[in-house]
Nanobody, 126 residues
Framework: VQLQASGGGLVQTGDSLRLSCADPGFTVNLRRGIGWFRQAPGKEREGVGCINVHDGTTYYEDLAKGRFTISRDAAKNTVYLQMNSLKPEDTAVYSC???????????????????WGQGTQVTVSS
């Protein structure tokens, strides 16, 4: 079962959003981490950040540092992406995926991820 990202919407510059990545198939119990990614129109998919599922350690790409926070609720099999101080350049489809890699140095490369689900659209108006 694929992960399900939700919580996107249309917001204004400076607003906040919290995205959810639900795991109805308990896939995460069999994996080591979850990553958040985004893809803007005409651009390649890029990493936002990731979390090691079992100990909760997080890592962020430069675009997210200081503004975005990843957290998890094990009881709900859900991982969250809290996004603050949103900018128009944050407009993209956000998605999540799982990885078998446990990392201690930063997010694994994108090819290490699978179980991609449909993303959720985030649009930030100026």
């Amino acid at each position: 079962v694929q992960l399900q990202a939700s919580g996107g919407g249309l917001v204004q510059t400076g607003d906040s959003l919290r995205l959810s990545c639900a795991d109805p198939g308990f896939t995460v119990n069999l994996r080591r981490g979850i990553g958040w990614f985004r893809q803007a129109p005409g651009k390649e998919r890029e990493g936002v950040g990731c979390i090691n599922v079992h100990d909760g350690t997080t890592y962020y790409e430069d675009l997210a540092k200081g503004r975005f926070t990843i957290s998890r609720d094990a009881a709900k099999n859900t991982v969250y992406l809290q996004m603050n101080s949103l900018k128009p350049e944050d407009t993209a489809v956000y998605s999540c995926a799982t990885t078998a890699v446990y990392t201690t140095y930063g997010c694994p490369p994108i090819y290490e991820y699978d179980n991609w689900g449909q993303g959720t659209q985030v649009t930030v108006s100026s």
